[in-house]
C-alpha cells in the first residue's frame, strides 16, 4: 500500500490597519502587520473559504483534487497562524488560493494577507518553524517599543536586539532552506517542465 505523502503549510495573516476605535501611533510597525484574529475565525471557516477560492481559480478539477486531503491540523488567531495539511500533488493550488483571499473568512472580516512563510513535508518542522518566528517577533516587537520610548523621552535609543531579531525573520524570509534538484524533480516528475522552477521553502522531502 502506498503512503500518502503530504505537505503542510505555514501561514500568517497580515494585516496593514489597526482595528476601529485603536490608536495607530503607539503601535510598533511588527504589530500592526502581525495582530491577533478575531475569535470568531474557526478552522471550518477558513477550510470553507480556501474551497471556495480553490473552486472559483480551478474548477471542480481543483475542488476535487483538494476536497480530501485538505485540513487545519492548527489556528491560533492570538498568533494569527495557522497549519494546513494537503496532499504533496496539490498544495500549489491551495497556496495558489491563499494568494487571492484579502479578507479574513468571518463576519464582517477584516482585509488580510494570507502568508505561506513555509512548506514542509513534516508537521514537526513546521510546528519548530512556528515556534521560533513567534520568539523572534515578540524580541523585535519589544526592542522597538523600548526604541521608541526611549526615543520619546529624549534619551538614546537602543534598538540592537529589535535589529538582530528582525534581520533573522527577513533572513528566513528571503534565504529559505533550499532543497536538491533531485528532490524537487521527484515532486513533480522527471518530465515536468516546472521541476526547475518549484519552491525552495520546502525544508522537508516528506
Known amino acids: 500500500m502506498v503512503r ?11 494585516y496593514n490597519d489597526v482595528p476601529a476605535g485603536q490608536a495607530k501611533d503607539p503601535v510598533p510597525d511588527l504589530l500592526l502587520y502581525n495582530q491577533p484574529t478575531s475569535g470568531e475565525l474557526r478552522p471550518q471557516y477558513l477550510l470553507k473559504a480556501i474551497r471556495s477560492e480553490v473552486a472559483a481559480l ?13 485540513q487545519v491540523k492548527y489556528l491560533s488567531p492570538a498568533t494569527s497562524t495557522f497549519i494546513l495539511r494537503i496532499s504533496r ?12 483571499m484579502n479578507r479574513v473568512p468571518v463576519r464582517d472580516g477584516r482585509p488580510c494577507v494570507f502568508r505561506v512563510v513555509r512548506v514542509s513535508g513534516t508537521i514537526r518542522k513546521i510546528e519548530e518553524d512556528a515556534v521560533r518566528r513567534a520568539k523572534l517577533l515578540v524580541r523585535a516587537a519589544r ?26 525573520l527577513l533572513r528566513v524570509d528571503r534565504d529559505p532552506p533550499r532543497r536538491t534538484a ?3 524533480q521527484t515532486d513533480l516528475g522527471e518530465d515536468s517542465p516546472m521541476a526547475v522552477d518549484v519552491d525552495s521553502g520546502d525544508s522537508d522531502s516528506g
Request: glycine share 10%.
Open 4 to 14: 500518502q505523502k503530504d505537505r503542510y503549510l505555514l501561514v500568517n495573516i497580515l
Open 58 to 70: 480551478f474548477g471542480d478539477c481543483g475542488s476535487g483534487a483538494v476536497e480530501r486531503s485538505l
Open 89 to 100: 500533488a496539490h498544495y500549489r493550488l491551495v497556496w495558489a488560493a491563499l494568494a487571492f
Open 143 to 168: 526592542g522597538e517599543m523600548a526604541a521608541a520610548a526611549a526615543a520619546a523621552a529624549g534619551g538614546p535609543s537602543s534598538s540592537a536586539a529589535a535589529s538582530s531579531a528582525l534581520n533573522t
Open 182 to 184: 533531485a528532490a524537487r
